[in-house]
C-alpha cells in the first residue's frame, strides 16, 4: 500500500514568496488501486506526483510505500512522464531495458524482458528503432514498458496521455487498463479529463489550487466494467457516468469561479 | 440515386501504393539542413582558382606578391623532392602533425572529465573556473615567452602552448554539455534505480557529447592557429617554420605552398570530427 499522510509542500517563489503548493494531502493506494488525481492547473497535482516519486521532498507530512518511507527517487516506483524522457541515442529495446541493466540483468534475461514488455504494449516490430523515429503515442507506449520493466510496485503518471489525439487516447486508456489488470499494479494517475478520471480510476481525487488540497474523493467502479467489457462507449454514456461527470464538473467550476471572485 | 454524397463514402484509392516506385520524403529542414552543398563549394573553387591564375597572369599584381597557381604547384614538386630549410617537406609535415595531435590528445583527456567534473560539482566549479576564466581569454602568443623561458625551445613548450590553447574550449563545452541537460531525463534515470555513476556513464556523458564534439572542433581550430604561431618563433621543423624561412628569402611560392598544407591538415582535422559526430551522435538535434 502506498500511503501519503498530511502531506505538505511549500516552495520559494522566485519573488521570494512562498507558494504553498500541496496543503496536507491524505491518501492511500491500496494494492491493485487505480487513483487518479484531478483538478485544475496548478492545483499541485505534479508536485503530489514528484513527491511520492521521491524527486521532490516533502515541507511537511510523510510518504511511504509498503511500509516503507519514501526518501528519494527508486526502481520500485515506476514513473511515465508527460513528455516522454526517453533516451535518444538508444534503440527502443534499450531503453525499455534501461532499468533492468542498472538493476545488472544479464543480457539474455533483459532481452526476454524487453521482448515480453515490447508485446504487452504492442510495438514488438520497433524494439531496433530509435525514439526520434515514433509517433507520439508509440513513445509513450515505450515510456509505459520501460517503467514496467523494473517490476515497479506503483506506476506514476503524470498526463501521460496529455499531448495525444483522441483516438490514440482512447487505445492508450485502453492499453493501460489491459496492462493494470495483467499486472495488478498500483496506479497513480494524473489527468486534466474528467471522463478519463472516471473510467480509468477505482478512486478519484479531486483537488483544488491554492493551497493544492483534495476537495472530494470519489470511489468509482466504472474502470471494472471496462475490463470486464472492454468497450469505453456504453460507460461513457450510461448515466451514472454521466452524472457523475457533471458533478465533478461542477465541483472544479465552483472551484474555479472562488478564484476568480478573490 | 440521390445527389446527396453517402456520408463516409470512399473517397480515392484505398489499395496500398505499390512500393517500387514510391518517392521518399522526410520532413522539411530549417536553414541549410543536410542539403547538399559540396558541388557549389567546389565550384566556388574552381572560381578562385580561375580568378588568381587570370590576376597573375595579366600581371595585375607585381608577381613577387602573387605568384602563378602552376608555379606554386611546380614549387610542390620542387619541396617535396629537395626538401627545404634543411628539412624534408615529410619532415615539416609529421612534426607539425605530432604537435597537433599529442597536444589535443593531452587536452581531450584533460578536458572532459574537468569540464564534466565542472558540471556536476560546486567546488571543482569554484576551484577550477579561477584560473581558467583567468588564462583563457590570452592570446597564446603573449605567453609562449614565459613557456620558452620555462620549457625550453624544444618540443615541451610548444606542445604545453596547444594543450593551454585547446584545453579551454574543450573544457568549457564539457560544462556547457552538462548544463544543457534536462532534468526530466535525470530523474527518468533516478526512477529507474540508476546509481550516481550509472548516471554518470549512461545519461551525463551521452548528452554532453554533441557540445564535447563542438568543442573539440573548435579546438583544433584554435589548435591550428596556435601551432603555426608558435612554430613561427621558435623551431626548426614544421610547416610553420617553413613559412617563416620562406618568408625571409621573399620566396612567395613557398609561403603558399604552406598555407596550402596547413588547410589541407585542418580540413581533414575537421572532416574528421564530423564523421566521428555521424558515427558518434547521429541523434543530436532529434527529441
Ligand atoms: N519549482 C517551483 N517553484 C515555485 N513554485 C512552483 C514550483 N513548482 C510548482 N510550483 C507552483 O506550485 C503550484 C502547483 O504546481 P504543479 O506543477 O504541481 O501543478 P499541476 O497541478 O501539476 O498543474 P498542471 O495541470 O498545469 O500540470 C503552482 O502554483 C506552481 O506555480
Ligand atoms: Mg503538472
Redesign the interface.
Known amino acids: 500500500m502506498l500511503k501519503v499522510d498530511h502531506a505538505s509542500v511549500f516552495f520559494a517563489a522566485r519573488d521570494g514568496r512562498t507558494v504553498h503548493a500541496l496543503d496536507r494531502v491524505s491518501f492511500d493506494i491500496p494494492d491493485e488501486g487505480f487513483v487518479v488525481a484531478l483538478g485544475a492547473s496548478g492545483c499541485g497535482k505534479s508536485t503530489l506526483l514528484n513527491a511520492i516519486?521521491?524527486?521532490l521532498p516533502l515541507s511537511e507530512g510523510s510518504i511511504t510505500l509498503n511500509g516503507r518511507p519514501v526518501t528519494?527517487?527508486?526502481?520500485d516506483?515506476?514513473?511515465v512522464?508527460q513528455?516522454d524522457?526517453?533516451?535518444?541515442?538508444k534503440s527502443v529495446a534499450d531503453n525499455v531495458a534501461?532499468?533492468l541493466?542498472?538493476?545488472g540483468v544479464g543480457r539474455r534475461e533483459r532481452q526476454e524482458r524487453v521482448e515480453d514488455l515490447l508485446q504487452l504494449v504492442g510495438l514488438a516490430d520497433f524494439g531496433k528503432a530509435?525514439?526520434?523515429e515514433l509517433s507520439g503515442g508509440m513513445r509513450q507506449r515505450v515510456g509505459i514498458a520501460?517503467?514496467l520493466?523494473?517490476d515497479p510496485a506503483i506506476l506514476l503518471m503524470d498526463e501521460p496521455f496529455g499531448a495525444l489525439d483522441s483516438l490514440t487516447r482512447e487505445h492508450m486508456q485502453e492499453l493501460l487498463i489491459s496492462v493494470w489488470s495483467r499486472t495488478a499494479k498500483k496506479v497513480f494517475f494524473i489527468t486534466h479529463s474528467i471522463e478519463e478520471a472516471l473510467l480509468l480510476g477505482t478512486q478519484v481525487l479531486v483537488m483544488s489550487p491554492r493551497p493544492g488540497r483534495v476537495v472530494r474523493r470519489f470511489d468509482v467502479d466504472f474502470v471494472r466494467r471496462f475490463v470486464e467489457g472492454g468497450d469505453a462507449r456504453p460507460i461513457k454514456t450510461s448515466p451514472e457516468f454521466a452524472e457523475l461527470r457533471e458533478e465533478i464538473r461542477a465541483i472544479l467550476h465552483e472551484g474555479e469561479n472562488l478564484r476568480s471572485a478573490a | 440515386m440521390s445527389e446527396i454524397i453517402h456520408a463516409g463514402e470512399l473517397v480515392g484509392d484505398n489499395r496500398a501504393a505499390p512500393v517500387a516506385k514510391v518517392r521518399l520524403v522526410k520532413m522539411a529542414d530549417f536553414g541549410v539542413g543536410d542539403k547538399p552543398t559540396l558541388a557549389i563549394s567546389l565550384v566556388t573553387a574552381v572560381v578562385i582558382l580561375a580568378a588568381w591564375w587570370l590576376v597573375s597572369r595579366l600581371g595585375v599584381v607585381p608577381h613577387l606578391f602573387l605568384p602563378r597557381p602552376d608555379e606554386v604547384l611546380r614549387q610542390v614538386g620542387n619541396i617535396y623532392r629537395d626538401g627545404y630549410a634543411g628539412a624534408s617537406l615529410a619532415d615539416h609535415v609529421s612534426a607539425s602533425l605530432f604537435r597537433i595531435v599529442v597536444a589535443a590528445l593531452i587536452a581531450i583527456a584533460a578536458g572532459i572529465p574537468l569540464g564534466l567534473l565542472m558540471g556536476l560539482n560546486r567546488w571543482a566549479k569554484g576551484v577550477l573556473d579561477t584560473p581558467i576564466e583567468f588564462y583563457w581569454p590570452l592570446p597564446p602568443l603573449s605567453y609562449l615567452p614565459l613557456m620558452i623561458i620555462w620549457l625550453g625551445i624544444g618540443e615541451t613548450s610548444k606542445i604545453t602552448l596547444l594543450v593551454l590553447a585547446m584545453f579551454a574550449p574543450i573544457c568549457l563545452s564539457a560544462q556547457a554539455g552538462v548544463r544543457s541537460l534536462p532534468l526530466e531525463r535525470v530523474n527518468a534515470a533516478r526512477a529507474l534505480g540508476a546509481s550516481r555513476l550509472q548516471l554518470f556513464f549512461h545519461i551525463v556523458m551521452p548528452s554532453a557529447l554533441p557540445e564535447i564534439l563542438t568543442g573539440i572542433r573548435i579546438a583544433l581550430g584554435v589548435g591550428w592557429g596556435t601551432l603555426v604561431a608558435a612554430e613561427l618563433i621558435a623551431s626548426t621543423r614544421g610547416i610553420g617554420y617553413m613559412i617563416m624561412s620562406a618568408s625571409q628569402f621573399l620566396a612567395t611560392d613557398v609561403v603558399f605552398v604552406g598555407i596550402g598544407i596547413i588547410a589541407i591538415c585542418a580540413f581533414a582535422f575537421g572532416a574528421l570530427v564530423r564523421a566521428a559526430e555521424a558515427l558518434l551522435v547521429p541523434w543530436k538535434g532529434k527529441l
Open positions: 516519486a521521491g524527486f528519494g527517487p527508486g526502481a516506483r515506476g514513473v512522464f513528455k524522457a526517453l533516451l535518444p541515442w534501461l532499468g541493466k542498472f538493476a530509435a525514439p526520434y520501460r517503467a520493466a523494473t
